[in-house]
């Protein structure tokens, strides 16, 4: 039986870092009146085939929020914390100007809703430690990467050299694999209208490319504002669905990503979530 109007869970489809739906990353926005089992969640992540869903539950005056891939769950989305955001604005649940935090596993994470469906998000970012170079490297971006880092992320990152195709790397090639990384960011200067460019292959996390990846762009936006000298740099990624952003590193050593997002649909999910306690979930997103 279909639940009557009003009724069921609410949840959104979003669109995050762009302007035009079909575009940019797309994250499914789950509401829950009560906390989910992790299964349930999984399960309906799974479902959803999302790069991210999002799922955010009202504990007390406190939002907290997760995150899952449709293979598992991740310590830290930045689009999904946009799609997030802007639903929560379509549901009028949001005040535009006002900052708000969001608990999460990696942390409570300071959003404000700019103007209608544009949003901040103060993501944390981390050093990027050099890394040897390994033989599958070069033949995965066609030529000598001319850096590489690893970090405490789990992401590695390669810098490319201008000349490099980044636009025709495989996403399905092997190395990405390798290696203890969950993923990888692969990144080169910018044109005219953006100071740098990356794609993210993260076959760690179930995800063949990532479209527009906000934790990727946090991790690499303080080297690209230090080799550019700028306070604040726009991304932009050239996947399948691209998007970009802008990024300011904060004293407090937070990323600020400013972004736009639509929301695809609305409606409300006719199967009821199977429940757990609070307390659970209470572990799962912290201060």
Not at 123 to 145: C, F, H, Q, T, Y
Request: aromatic fraction near 8%.
């Amino acid at each position: 039986m279909i639940n009557s109007v009003g009724q069921g869970v609410r949840i959104a489809a979003v669109d995050a870092f762009t302007t035009k739906p079909l575009s940019g990353n797309g994250a499914a926005v789950v509401l829950l009146e009560q906390p989910a089992d992790d299964e349930w969640m999984q399960q309906l992540a799974a479902e959803l085939n999302q790069s991210e869903t999002a799922f955010l539950w009202a504990d007390s005056g406190t939002w907290r929020l997760r995150w899952f891939t449709p293979t598992c769950e991740v310590r830290l989305c930045g689009h999904g914390t946009l799609a997030a955001v802007v639903a929560l604005q379509g549901w009028g649940l949001l005040v535009q100007g006002q900052t708000y935090q969001l608990h999460t596993l990696s942390g409570a994470l300071q959003v404000e809703l700019n103007a209608p469906g544009k949003a901040s998000v103060d993501l944390p970012s981390g050093d990027l430690l050099i890394r040897d170079e390994e033989a599958w490297m070069s033949n995965a971006v066609g030529g000598k990467p001319q850096q590489c880092w690893t970090s405490l992320l789990g992401y590695g990152v390669m810098l490319l050299p201008p000349t490099a195709d980044l636009e025709s790397l495989d996403p399905d090639h092997s190395g990405w694999a390798k290696g203890p990384e969950v993923g990888w960011v692969v990144m080169q200067d910018g044109t005219d209208d953006y100071d740098y460019r990356l794609r993210f292959f993260a076959p760690g996390l179930g995800l063949r490319e990532d479209p527009v990846t906000g934790s990727a762009h946090s991790l690499v936006a303080p080297l690209w504002c230090r080799r550019l000298a700028k306070t604040t740099v726009r991304g932009w990624q050239p996947s399948h669905r691209p998007g970009g952003l802008w990024a300011t590193p904060l004293n407090s050593g937070m990323i600020r990503l400013q972004g736009s997002a639509v929301v695809l649909w609305d409606g409300r999910l006719q199967q009821q979530p199977v429940c757990t306690t609070p307390l659970s979930w209470r572990r799962k997103s912290t201060d």
